[in-house]
C-alpha cells in the first residue's frame, strides 16, 4: 500500500509569493488534514477536507487556503508569504469517520521563505 | 481551553535503558488518546491509540497507559535503541469540533551508545 505522498519535498520562495503544496492521500482514504510544524515547536492544525469539502480550519488567516479534488488529492495554497511561514508542511489522511483510526502522514513539504 | 502537555521537552538516555514519557491533558470530553513517532525532518508514525475505556497498550517494546480520570498518559520505552531517538507526540481526540486533534509539544529523546 503506498503512504501519504507529498510534493515537492523542498520548496524555496521569497516573501510575497505564493506556494503551492500537494498531497496524495492513501488510496480508499477521504479525509486530508494538513498541519504546520515550525522549527522546533509543535504540530498546529491548518485546514480538514473530506469529500471534497472543507470541514473544519485551524487559527490561520486566510491567506491559508486549499482545496481537495475529486480523486481526494488535495492542494494547500499560501499566498503572500511571509518569514514566519517557513515550516514544515505536514499532510495526512484516514478513511472517512474513521474517529479511532491513526492519521497516517507524509513526510512533508518544507518551505522556505527568504 | 484543551490542551496537551508533555514532559520532559527532552531526554537523554543511554542505550539499552528503559524510559517513561508523560502526557497530562485537558482535552474534554476525548475519544481518543494517541503516541506517535516523528523522527527528524520526517511525518509521524502512529503507535498506539487507547480510546478513553482502555488502560494500557503496547506495540513491541513501547507500552503506553491512560489514566482518564486524571487525564494523564505515559509512554514506556523497554531496552532502549539507538533507533528510538526521536521526538515522541502525545495526541488527544475531542468529539467536539468534528473529533479534531491537540497534539503536544513533544519529547525529544536521544538515544546514546
Known amino acids: 500500500e503506498a503512504g501519504v505522498t507529498q510534493s515537492p519535498t523542498h520548496l524555496i520562495k521569497t516573501r510575497g509569493q505564493q506556494a503551492t503544496l500537494r498531497c496524495s492521500p492513501i488510496?480508499?482514504?477521504?479525509?486530508v488534514y494538513w498541519y504546520q510544524q515550525a522549527l522546533g515547536l509543535g504540530l498546529q492544525f491548518l485546514l480538514w477536507y473530506d469529500e471534497g469539502e472543507e470541514r473544519n480550519r485551524g487559527n490561520f488567516p486566510p491567506r491559508f487556503s486549499g482545496r481537495q479534488f475529486p480523486n481526494y488529492s488535495s492542494e494547500l495554497n499560501v499566498n503572500a508569504l511571509e518569514l514566519e511561514d517557513s515550516a514544515l508542511y505536514l499532510c495526512?489522511?484516514?478513511?472517512?469517520?474513521?474517529?479511532?483510526?491513526?492519521?497516517?502522514f507524509g513526510n512533508g513539504t518544507r518551505l522556505t521563505v527568504t | 481551553k484543551n490542551q496537551v502537555e508533555q514532559s520532559p521537552q527532552s531526554l537523554i538516555i543511554l542505550e539499552g535503558k528503559n524510559c517513561t514519557l508523560q502526557?497530562?491533558?485537558?482535552?474534554?470530553?476525548?475519544?481518543?488518546l494517541r503516541w506517535y513517532k516523528q523522527d527528524t525532518g520526517r511525518g509521524p508514525v502512529s503507535l498506539t491509540i487507547m480510546t478513553f475505556s482502555e488502560n494500557t497498550k503496547s506495540n513491541g517494546r513501547y507500552t503506553a497507559t491512560l489514566d482518564a480520570d486524571t487525564k494523564q498518559s505515559s509512554l514506556h520505552i523497554t531496552a532502549s535503541q539507538l533507533s528510538d531517538s526521536a521526538s515522541y507526540i502525545c495526541v488527544v481526540t475531542s468529539p467536539n469540533a468534528g473529533n479534531m486533534l491537540t497534539f503536544g509539544g513533544g519529547t525529544r529523546l536521544m538515544v546514546k551508545p
Open positions: 495526512a489522511s484516514s478513511p472517512q469517520g474513521s474517529y479511532n483510526s491513526p492519521l497516517h
Open positions: 488510496s480508499g482514504h477521504t479525509s
Open positions: 502526557c497530562n491533558y485537558t482535552v474534554s470530553p476525548f475519544s481518543n
